[in-house]
């Protein structure tokens, strides 16, 4: 059995597939080009890399891909370019989580995979009390409009929340919201709590990729943390010393 990250190519994937495989784990990753990865992944027989574009695998391929994974990791995002904001898939993190949780269910586990989603920390959790102010609803609505990523991490959460919800047979979920991403070296200490404990637009907090990525894997493989954060939208700042 192994773990499937998708987005293992970008900023904060690729952290997340060093720590799984610092830990001993079978992964699988989806990238576009195999040229950019470090030479040592080409090489570690825990690591299968599959080359594609991960919307266009046909359903039966979706469904070989999800094959003998206990978990599904994604870190998918946009390019922030000109065509990476506007450009199409404009729906790449949606329909990815789409279309992996359908070939998880074709599947039929017996028992449910984690999802992990990696999210933001400006999506807002409709399932809890999240009040944010007047002001911050029509940034995040302007926002909304004019940048589509940021609509994308939305629908792709709130499928989740909503269609997949907490009592599915196959699927388990957790959206990891981050807020200001910044590059650390090093895991350095982090919290986590169920909702923002400051503005994502007038006060955002920082969090470095590298703590995400240990979150993330640390949902994946600590059954205690899983259970505690499952079906729910956990925040994660850095610790401020």
């Given amino acids: 059995m192994s773990i499937l990250v998708v987005g293992a190519s970008g900023a904060t994937g690729k952290l997340l597939v060093e720590k799984l ?26 690591l299968t890399i599959i080359t594609a574009s991960l919307l266009d695998l046909n359903n039966r391929e979706m ?4 094959a003998n994974c206990y978990a599904v990791a994604s870190c998918l995002g ?4 000109i065509h990476g904001i506007y450009g199409q898939p404009r729906k790449l993190v949606t329909e ?3 279309r ?4 998880i269910k074709v599947n039929k586990p017996e028992e449910p995979i984690k999802f992990v989603l990696m999210n933001t920390t400006g999506n807002r959790n409709r399932d809890l009390d999240e009040p944010i102010s007047f002001a911050q609803k029509c940034i995040v609505g302007l926002i909304r409009f004019l940048v589509p990523p940021h609509a994308d991490n939305e629908s792709a959460a709130e499928y989740l929340r909503t269609v997949i919800d907490q009592n599915s047979r196959f699927v388990e979920w957790a959206v990891v919201r981050p807020d200001s991403l910044i590059d650390n070296s090093e895991v350095s200490p ?3 709590h169920p909702s923002p404990t ?11 990729r590298i703590n995400v990525g240990h979150f993330m894997a ?12 499952k079906g729910q939208m956990p925040v994660i700042y850095n610790k401020e010393s």
């Fill in 21 to 46: 495989l610092s830990d001993g784990h079978q992964l699988k990753i989806v990238v576009r080009t195999a040229e950019k990865l470090p030479d040592s992944w080409k090489s570690n027989a825990q």
């Fill in 63 to 66: 469904v070989a891909l999800t």
């Fill in 78 to 81: 946009h390019n922030m370019s």
């Fill in 96 to 98: 990815a989580t789409k």
């Fill in 100 to 103: 992996l949780c359908a070939a």
């Fill in 190 to 192: 982090y919290e986590v």
């Fill in 198 to 208: 400051r503005s994502a637009i007038f006060d955002a907090g920082k969090t470095s």
């Fill in 218 to 229: 640390s949902l994946i493989t600590d059954n205690a943390l899983w259970n505690q954060w």
